[in-house]
């Protein structure tokens, strides 16, 4: 709906009280009564003459569509209102995605007392209604609570060009990999508005197999902390690493990060240069995973690294064993012979590593055991409690260095334009 247009109730009501007088008016008089309906209703001068002329609006008359609103609705108002609660302590999921959380989400959250009769209006009824919304119903009553993120970062990847050749270049639409260890790596700068001075980055780590995903803070792009980053990552993961796949920063381009891979009989794989395609699967993790729950503040103190190392431990406990994700299986031909993407049933990273067959029973018993003793809705309290650390920590600094670096680039623009005028005099 356009900005400033009212709802389609509403115009049937303006319509009503208006037909009949603009069917009898003389002509200056209709003028005036379009510009009323064009004021109340936000429409055009044509969209508002064919409501007030035609019989017909589109394809159903008023009546038909007064009745609309007297339909009975399929859900509840209590659904409803738990379906609103569930989106927000799932961190604002897309239908598609909550469709295929909500199955497992809720008999995890009754066995910790989340939800239970009574508690946020929560009843067998209501549970039932919950398991039978479709995808598209779900998005239809989240429209209204949806907030976009229009802020952007800064890519602070530098290219390593010393070891670049003797690097096996790993394309988008090779074939994919079909066991658990295969890693996609990239760093994110948490550098704010600026890349002046030291800052912190995150190196997320996800496997193309699984979409397992870890996450180490660096402080800062040295040689020595992303070799130690690497080493956490190793000891973290559930499954060998079997390869790794980097972009061209010279974080990951350098002899000790080469030799710490080869060391250790890794595969080791590099991107083309600004082909962000080849390595979609990290790139995507980078804004729905780092961007979106680690923000778009600087964070250069050691206050600051620890929070945000606390907040990624949360991050990933909920993203491994509770978010679903969809993993391209192939291609197809539409209806017009183009080409379409197939992806699978949306599955978690946890849901996959059980499935992949490569664990021993001890580690598949020890990951069952983790995820039993999670709790969904505690894992996204604590990832608030932690992101309103960040934003008391950080929120301000960014916001000063924002106004700066504006006022800088404000500065140059005058210096500029005095020098063409000048110039031009």
């Given at each position: 709906?356009?900005?400033?247009?009212?709802?389609?109730?509403?115009?049937?009501?303006?319509?009503?009280?208006?037909?009949?007088?603009?069917?009898?008016?003389?002509?200056?008089?209709?003028?005036?009564?379009?510009?009323q309906f064009?004021?109340?209703?936000?429409?055009?001068?044509?969209s508002?003459?064919?409501?007030?002329?035609?019989?017909?609006?589109?394809?159903?008359?008023?009546?038909?569509?007064?009745?609309?609103?007297?339909?009975?609705?399929?859900?509840?108002?209590?659904?409803?209102?738990?379906?609103?609660?569930?989106?927000?302590?799932m961190?604002y999921?897309?239908?598609?995605?909550?469709?295929?959380?909500?199955?497992?989400?809720?008999?995890?959250?009754?066995?910790?007392?989340?939800?239970?009769?009574?508690?946020?209006?929560?009843?067998p009824?209501?549970?039932?209604?919950?398991?039978?919304?479709?995808?598209?119903?779900?998005?239809?009553?989240l429209?209204?609570?949806?907030?976009?993120?229009?802020?952007k970062?800064?890519?602070?990847?530098?290219?390593g060009a010393?070891?670049?050749?003797?690097?096996?270049?790993?394309?988008?639409?090779?074939?994919?990999?079909?066991?658990?260890?295969?890693?996609?790596?990239?760093?994110?700068?948490?550098?704010?508005?600026?890349?002046?001075?030291?800052?912190?980055?995150?190196?997320?780590?996800?496997?193309?197999?699984?979409?397992?995903?870890h996450?180490?803070?660096?402080?800062?792009?040295?040689?020595?902390?992303?070799?130690?980053a690497?080493?956490?990552?190793?000891?973290?993961?559930?499954?060998?690493?079997?390869?790794?796949?980097?972009?061209?920063?010279?974080?990951?381009?350098?002899?000790?990060?080469?030799?710490?891979?080869?060391g250790?009989?890794?595969?080791?794989?590099?991107?083309?240069?600004?082909?962000?395609?080849?390595?979609?699967?990290?790139?995507?993790?980078?804004?729905?995973?780092?961007?979106?729950?680690?923000?778009?503040?600087?964070?250069d103190?050691?206050?600051?690294?620890?929070?945000?190392?606390?907040?990624?431990?949360?991050?990933?406990?909920?993203?491994?064993?509770?978010?679903?994700?969809?993993?391209?299986?192939?291609?197809?031909?539409?209806?017009?012979?183009?080409?379409?993407?197939?992806?699978?049933?949306?599955?978690?990273?946890?849901?996959?590593?059980?499935?992949s067959?490569?664990?021993?029973?001890?580690?598949?018993?020890?990951?069952?055991?983790?995820?039993?003793?999670?709790?969904?809705?505690?894992?996204?309290?604590?990832?608030?409690?932690?992101?309103?650390?960040?934003?008391?920590?950080?929120?301000?600094?960014?916001?000063?260095?924002?106004?700066?670096?504006?006022?800088?680039?404000?500065r140059?623009?005058?210096?500029?334009?005095?020098?063409?005028?000048?110039?031009?005099?």
């Amino acid at each position: 709906m356009n900005k400033g247009v009212v709802s389609v109730p509403t115009r049937i009501e303006v319509t009503k009280q208006l037909k009949q007088a603009y069917k009898t008016a003389s002509r200056s008089e209709k003028s005036k009564i379009l510009d009323q309906f064009c004021a109340t209703t936000g429409l055009s001068r044509v969209s508002a003459r064919r409501y007030l002329t035609r019989p017909h609006l589109g394809v159903k008359n008023v009546s038909q569509l007064d009745r609309r609103r007297h339909r009975p609705t399929t859900y509840s108002a209590a659904s409803k209102r738990v379906l609103v609660w569930l989106w927000k302590v799932m961190m604002y999921p897309c239908g598609k995605y909550m469709h295929e959380m909500i199955p497992a989400w809720i008999p995890q959250l009754e066995a910790h007392g989340e939800l239970r009769n009574g508690k946020h209006d929560y009843s067998p009824e209501v549970r039932a209604e919950l398991l039978r919304m479709s995808a598209a119903t779900i998005d239809r009553y989240l429209q209204e609570h949806r907030r976009a993120l229009d802020l952007k970062g800064i890519s602070a990847t530098r290219s390593g060009a010393l070891l670049r050749t003797s690097i096996t270049i790993r394309k988008a639409g090779d074939e994919a990999e079909h066991e658990p260890g295969f890693m996609e790596c990239d760093t994110v700068a948490h550098c704010g508005p600026t890349l002046k001075g030291e800052f912190a980055r995150t190196l997320t780590a996800t496997c193309v197999h699984t979409g397992w995903t870890h996450l180490e803070v660096l402080r800062n792009n040295a040689r020595v902390h992303m070799i130690t980053a690497l080493e956490r990552l190793e000891a973290a993961l559930p499954f060998a690493i079997a390869g790794l796949d980097c972009d061209n920063g010279s974080e990951f381009i350098n002899d000790k990060v080469v030799e710490w891979a080869r060391g250790r009989k890794i595969f080791f794989t590099r991107s083309r240069p600004y082909k962000k395609n080849d390595q979609a699967v990290v790139e995507s993790k980078n804004n729905h995973i780092v961007r979106k729950y680690g923000f778009y503040y600087r964070y250069d103190t050691t206050d600051e690294r620890e929070v945000l190392e606390r907040l990624w431990h949360v991050v990933m406990l909920k993203m491994n064993f509770f978010t679903p994700t969809k993993k391209p299986v192939g291609w197809e031909a539409d209806g017009q012979g183009r080409r379409r993407r197939v992806y699978d049933a949306p599955r978690t990273p946890y849901e996959r590593l059980l499935e992949s067959g490569i664990l021993s029973l001890q580690q598949t018993r020890e990951l069952e055991k983790t995820y039993a003793k999670l709790n969904p809705v505690e894992l996204s309290r604590d990832i608030v409690r932690y992101q309103g650390m960040l934003m008391t920590k950080a929120g301000w600094k960014t916001e000063v260095l924002t106004a700066e670096v504006e006022e800088s680039k404000r500065r140059r623009r005058g210096r500029q334009s005095g020098g063409v005028k000048l110039r031009s005099a």
